[in-house]
Every structure is written in structure tokens, then in C-alpha cells.
Nanobody, 122 residues
Framework: VQLQASGGGLVQAGGSLRLSCAAA????????VGWFRQAPGKERDFVAA????????YYADSVKGRFTISRDHAKNTVYLQMNSLKPEDTAVYYC????????????????WGQGTQVTVSS
């Protein structure tokens, strides 16, 4: 499975961005998909995930109420809508996929896309 993340950029605090994670090689709906982020000098952190099948969503406390993860089955793409962005959201964002199970541990994901940079200015 190849994952392609896109949609990052520079935005002012309070603004919005939508990240996309497109999959090739497998139907995305059969996989759980997660978003992680890594700021310079920090560890990679869980941001959000969506389960396969029912599409239940899970969020880190730091983004709950601001970020929304969703799927477009027709486009085989998962999105991360990020609203009310804060400077502390600045990081490289990665999408990843796995069969199912625990969603917030990056080491359990099998497939990773390249990162997309999100920079939020104050």
C-alpha cells in the first residue's frame, strides 16, 4: 500500500487546512488510518484515526473539537480537516494505515506516507 499525504502549508493562527491521504494498491476502507505529527526535536504524536468499516473516529485530546478525520470511499482518500489552528500545531504530519486495533500507537501501523509540513504562525 502506498500512501500520499498532501495539503500542508503555512497558515495564520485561527486558520484552517485540510490534509489528504490518498492510497494506492488497496481499498482504503479495509484499513484503519491514522494521522500523526512530529514537531522539531519532539517525538511523533498521535493526532487522529478512523477505523475501518464503521469509520469510528478517535482524536488526541489536544485536537478534539478542532480537527475532524473523514473518509471519501470513492476517492480512496482520508482527510484531516484542521480548524482553529494554533502555533503548537506546527509539525510534519504523517498518515499511516493498519489492519485495525489500537489506533494511537504509531509503531503498530504497517504503512506510512511521506510527511506534509504544517506551519501555523502566531
Amino acid at each position: 500500500v502506498q500512501l500520499q499525504a498532501s495539503g500542508g502549508g503555512l497558515v495564520q493562527a485561527g486558520g484552517s487546512l485540510r490534509l489528504s491521504c490518498a492510497a494506492a494498491g488497496r481499498t482504503f476502507s479495509s484499513l484503519a488510518v491514522g494521522w500523526f505529527r512530529q514537531a522539531p526535536g519532539k517525538e511523533r504524536d498521535f493526532v487522529a484515526a478512523i477505523s475501518r468499516g464503521s469509520g469510528n473516529a478517535y482524536y488526541a485530546d489536544s485536537v478534539k473539537g478542532r480537527f475532524t478525520i473523514s473518509r471519501d470511499h470513492a476517492k480512496n482518500t482520508v482527510y484531516l480537516q484542521m480548524n482553529s489552528l494554533k502555533p503548537e500545531d506546527t509539525a510534519v504530519y504523517y498518515c499511516a494505515a493498519k489492519e485495525d486495533g489500537i489506533f494511537n500507537i504509531g509503531a503498530l501501523y504497517d504503512y506510512w506516507g511521506q510527511g506534509t509540513q504544517v506551519t501555523v504562525s502566531s
